[in-house]
């Protein structure tokens, strides 16, 4: 699992996920997005495009990074989920409580 952090001028940070995100893994995607939302961005939108495969602790990570967003009013945005993904995010009925876009651009669009 590789993790790739991008402050983008606008004060968006976007954090690009790769690999498998499971119950290995998932602590560091946390142990990333915490200090990211002590920064205080206009927005924090992470990029699933290249995860192949989530379990319930990467789904539990993602929660947790909701319930950060909702503290600390800064939105969180996911984009790009892959199908395997999205099906274990609608297994677990949680696609309506994320901001959820397909591309990019969809989740940057009202915040740039």
Known sequence: MELHVDRAD????IVAVSGEVDM????????ALTPLFAEKPKA????????G???????AT???GLQWSHRSQIPFRLYGMTS???DVFEMARLESLFEIFETREA????LV
């Open 24 to 31: 290995n893994t998932s602590l560091e995607v946390r142990s």
């Open 62 to 64: 993602l929660v947790e």
């Open 84 to 86: 395997a993904v999205k």
């Open 107 to 110: 989740a940057l669009g009202d």
């Open 44 to 51: 924090l939108v992470v990029d699933l495009s290249g995860v």
């Open 53 to 59: 495969y989530m379990d319930s602790s990467g789904v």
């Open 10 to 13: 606008s004060g968006v940070i």
